[in-house]
Every structure is written in structure tokens, then in C-alpha cells.
């Protein structure tokens, strides 16, 4: 499984893209894990084809989360897309999406390849993907997302603060990205993460390593200047890959070389 950060930014970031990855297996299947303004550009300087991607996973339908999708299936009907595209979202969310998709090919009224609108389920499959979801604690519904592939598992939270069922979600992953907004404690009536709760996250888990991401842009820095200070714990940032298969191998450099202040 590889893990490729288009971007790891809060809504409002100037410096990072908004959040959302991609994740691939060994086979090219790909899914796209959110898509909000700043995401279809990322898409493209990576030079992925209109094809390429065959999921859309939404993790709630906040605007950061999901206004490039007009953007980017413009973009695929103009290039002629073919495959097939799977959309999952929450059967109370789709609407907006529906209408981001009237967008993208307004005037008309088709697109030049089938959709397919899923509804999230607490457990479901896709091909050889096992998938499972639990909610943050959001001002939105969110559905945090358990990607097993073989022996290989992969969480990531989307927005809002953990949660009991969040927590035995994220239970022995080897990889796992959540939302930490805050360097400082927040209220446990929030609606993010802070850094404080992604330490403690680490021993409740048992995660292998843990990915910190859709920070204040004003908290990166204080990050930045602890992070090292925890093993198992670094600051995503956007154009990270990762690959799940040489985890082990890659852990020192990964969060050696992730939680280097930007500047250096």
C-alpha cells in the first residue's frame, strides 16, 4: 500500500494544499481520499491521468473536503475519461456532491463515464479492499476510514477528534493520519484534534506510526519544534509518499526527514 499526501492543510492554510491522499495498491487501483479546492491541481502537476483514479472517498462534505470535485470532473470529461468512477460519501451528504457534479458538466446533462454513489457502510469491500469507518467528533458527520490491504493497514481520521470508536478503529495500524489542529489542548467538546491528544493516540492505539496533519497554520511551527522529541510521530506535509511495505525500513528517514521545519 502507498500513501501519496496531495495535500495536509487546514481549510483556510496558505502555505499546504487542503487535506486528502491517495492511496494505491500494488495493482494501480487508486482512491482518492477527499477533494477540496486545492486538490485537482495537485492531481494534475502529478501528471495522473483522467483514468487513473477509480475512487472517491468523501470523509464528510465540509468545503475543504469537497469543492474541487467540480473542478476535477470537468477535468475528466474534457479528457474523455472512460472508466467507471466509484463515489462514496454518507447518504445525507450526497446531495451537494450531486450538485458539484451538475456543475462540472453544466450545460449538459451526461458525462462521458459512469458514476456509481455508494453509501458508506460501517464495514464494506471493495475488490480485494477491506474497508471499515467510525465517527469523529465533528460539527459535520465524519467518517474516519480503516483501509486493510493483505497484511497491511492504513487509518486515516478525515476531520474531528478521536473517539472511542475511532480509537478501536485505528488499534494496531501500521500507519495511521489525524487531524490535529491544535499545538495547544483543546476542549474535549471540540470539534479537532490537538497535539497533546496525538501523543496520548500513540500508546492508546499500539499505531506503528502516526501522521499529524490539517494543522492551524500558525501551529506548524510550534509542532515542528517538539515533534522529534516522539518516536513514532510526524508532521505529514503535501507530496509525502509513503509506502507500507518498507515501513520498518523507511521509519527513521521518514520521520527524520518529515519533521524538519519547512525552512531547511
Not at 456532491?97 to 457502510?121: G, V, Y
Not at 475511532?166 to 479537532?192: I, N, P, R, V, Y
Not at 509506502?243 to 531547511?264: C, G, M, R, W, Y
Request: with cysteine; charged share 20%; hydrophobic share 40%.
Amino acid at each position: 500500500m502507498k500513501i501519496d499526501v496531495i495535500g495536509c492543510g487546514s481549510a483556510f492554510s496558505t502555505i499546504n494544499n487542503t487535506s486528502s491522499i491517495i492511496v494505491k495498491d500494488n495493482d494501480e487501483n487508486q482512491w482518492l481520499i477527499d477533494c477540496g479546492p486545492t486538490v485537482p491541481r495537485g492531481i494534475w502537476e502529478r501528471g495522473i491521468g483522467p483514468n487513473e483514479i477509480n475512487v472517491i472517498y468523501f470523509t464528510h462534505i465540509h468545503p475543504d473536503h469537497c469543492s474541487g470535485l467540480a473542478a476535477l470532473l470537468n477535468q475528466w470529461k474534457s479528457f474523455e475519461r472512460t472508466e467507471p468512477l466509484d463515489i462514496f460519501c454518507q447518504l445525507e451528504q450526497r446531495k451537494p456532491l450531486e450538485q458539484l457534479l451538475a456543475l462540472a458538466i453544466w450545460p449538459e446533462n451526461e458525462i462521458s463515464f459512469e458514476i456509481h454513489w455508494n453509501d458508506i457502510q460501517m464495514a464494506f469491500s471493495w475488490k480485494h479492499w477491506q474497508l471499515a469507518t467510525a465517527k469523529t467528533q465533528h460539527e459535520m458527520d465524519n467518517c474516519s476510514l480503516r483501509i486493510t490491504l493483505e497484511d497491511q493497514v492504513f487509518f486515516y481520521s478525515g476531520d474531528g477528534r478521536p473517539t472511542a470508536a475511532t480509537k478501536a478503529l485505528m488499534q494496531g495500524a501500521d500507519m495511521a493520519f489525524q487531524e490535529c489542529a491544535s499545538f495547544e489542548a483543546l476542549e474535549s467538546s471540540s470539534s479537532h484534534g490537538d497535539y497533546p491528544d496525538c501523543v496520548k493516540l500513540l500508546v492508546e492505539t499500539g499505531v506503528q506510526a502516526l501522521g499529524i496533519y490539517h494543522c492551524f497554520d500558525s501551529a506548524i511551527p510550534k509542532i515542528e519544534s517538539v515533534i522529534a522529541d516522539t518516536d513514532g510521530l510526524f508532521l505529514s506535509r503535501d507530496g509525502l509518499c509513503l509506502d507500507l511495505t518498507e515501513l520498518k525500513a523507511l521509519q527513521h528517514k521518514v520521520f527524520s526527514e518529515s519533521n524538519k521545519p519547512i525552512n531547511q
